[in-house]
């Protein structure tokens, strides 16, 4: 009788480590971007690397988001490379003052909004250190550049900065907010525009 107890008890200890280490395995318990560690990155500007973006004007027919195509190449590619999006396109620490005289603030100030390899679409990079990317991008009220970075995520090393992308009108009206109104049978849509005043 005794054994039998010990017997489910190994059994259910052992589904319970199962599951926990299938939890783990399935799931990455923090947000993607947080493992780009853009703190770290130092100059490494190659003359003879690019990044450039076409088209350079995005939403001329009222879109909210639109597909943006990189050209890329890289002299010294390694399997490690990575393409990051910035918004604003200015994404230098000259654009973010140190917090204090004693800290010199990071060569990079903003992280990326998005990233993905230099090889995810181009087989061949690491040999040839070409490759083309399409990647699409909403509204965000402000222009992008894209980078291309070696040393992998955590070592990042800035190689080529591409050229500007904006949409032709930042500001227009995006998507709706729906939220509760006062009572459990209203409901209110908001929608931003942002208006500058020149």
């Known amino acids: 009788m005794m054994t039998g107890g010990i017997g489910k008890s190994r059994v259910l200890f052992f589904s319970l480590i199962v599951l926990a280490t299938f939890q783990q395995a399935v799931s990455d318990e923090h947000q ?17 690397a690019y990044i450039n973006a076409t088209p350079n004007v995005l939403g001329l027919r009222g879109q909210n988001s639109e597909w943006v195509t990189l050209q890329y190449s890289n002299p010294k590619p390694t399997i490690d490379d990575w393409i990051g999006v910035f918004s ?3 994404f230098s620490a000259s654009t973010c003052p140190a917090e204090n005289i004693w800290v010199n603030p990071p060569f990079l100030c903003s992280a990326p909004i998005k990233y993905q390899y230099a090889n995810f679409s181009s087989n061949g990079y690491k040999n040839t250190g070409k490759g083309s990317l399409k990647l699409q991008l909403i509204n965000q009220r402000s222009d992008f550049s894209f980078a291309l970075f070696t040393g992998g995520l955590t070592n990042p090393k800035l190689v080529a900065v591409s050229n500007k992308v904006s949409f032709i009108n930042p500001n227009a009206p995006v998507y709706p907010r729906l939220a509760q109104g006062k009572t459990w049978d209203e409901m209110t849509c908001n929608m931003d525009k942002r208006i500058w005043n020149q």
């Open 32 to 48: 993607p971007l947080s493992k780009v560690a853009i703190h770290k990155t130092t100059l490494a500007l190659d003359d003879l």
């Open 88 to 90: 604003p396109a200015n």
